[in-house]
T-cell receptor, first 112, second 113 residues
Framework: DSGVTQTPKHLITATGQRVTLRCSPR?????VYWYQQSLDQGLQFLIQ???????AKGNILERFSAQQFPDLHSELNLSSLELGDSALYFC???????????FGSGTRLTVV | QQQVKQSPQSLIVQKGGISIINCAYE??????FPWYQQFTGKGPALLIA?????SEKKEGRFTISFNKSAKQFSLHIMDSQPGDSATYFC????????????FGKGTMLLVSP
């Protein structure tokens, strides 16, 4: 157990739907990162929050959004889902920005 | 734009052999280079990391070699074991690690018994 908790572990949904992925960072970590992992693209950085504030954005689609709450947990919202959104979505956390990422076990999203 | 290029995509090594994975980066501002190991069904886990003020770092059977002038770094796994079979990602970041990590596309390593 890495200390970073992601729920749900698996999610199957239909095209056009909206889902929410949840991440609880490791105790004491202020920074949360979301990554998308697909076979052909590897680990793609989506977005980063630090202590509730958005700090960096990567290749995140406009259909996707995220937030970090006062208790430091984070949610990634994916809407108008397409088949191509099927992937593993990882959350990572760190005490400071960038240094010593700890990853969760991921949420496998399947869009049918 | 892929800022960290990793090769090979996959690698098969016999037990006891040396596994070598290479990465090249473009951004000269990168100054923190970690390697992550990912087992099937798990998230990536930090394996070993290096900063450009040293050319080599060793931890057990794992060694990072760093060539600043060539903008390349590599992971060597000595005496490779079947338990090392996993996907390995190199990564890089700026500001001594205090910025988001950019990952390579990964190398699937299979160590045959």
């Amino acid at each position: 157990d890495s200390g970073v908790t992601q729920t749900p572990k698996h999610l199957i949904t239909a095209t056009g739907q909206r889902v929410t992925l949840r991440c609880s960072p490791r105790s004491g970590d202020l920074s949360v990162y979301w990554y998308q992992q697909s076979l052909d693209q590897g680990l793609q950085f989506l977005i980063q929050y630090y202590n509730g504030e958005e700090r960096a954005k990567g290749n995140i689609l406009e259909r996707f959004s995220a937030q970090q709450f006062p208790d430091l947990h984070s949610e990634l919202n994916l809407s108008s889902l397409e088949l191509g959104d099927s992937a593993l979505y990882f959350c990572a956390s760190s005490v400071e920005i960038g240094y010593g990422y700890t990853f969760g076990s991921g949420t496998r999203l399947t869009v049918v | 734009q892929q800022q960290v290029k990793q090769s090979p995509q996959s690698l098969i090594v016999q037990k006891g052999g040396i596994s070598i994975i290479n990465c090249a980066y473009e951004n000269t501002a990168f100054d923190y280079f970690p390697w992550y190991q990912q087992f099937t069904g798990k998230g990536p886990a930090l394996l070993i990391a290096i900063r450009p003020d040293v050319s080599e770092k060793k931890e057990g059977r794992f060694t990072i070699s760093f060539n600043k002038s060539a903008k390349q770094f590599s992971l060597h796994i000595m005496d490779s074991q079947p338990g090392d079979s996993a996907t390995y990602f190199c990564a890089a970041s700026k500001n001594s690690g205090y910025s988001t990590l950019t990952f390579g596309k990964g190398t699937m390593l299979l160590v045959s018994p």
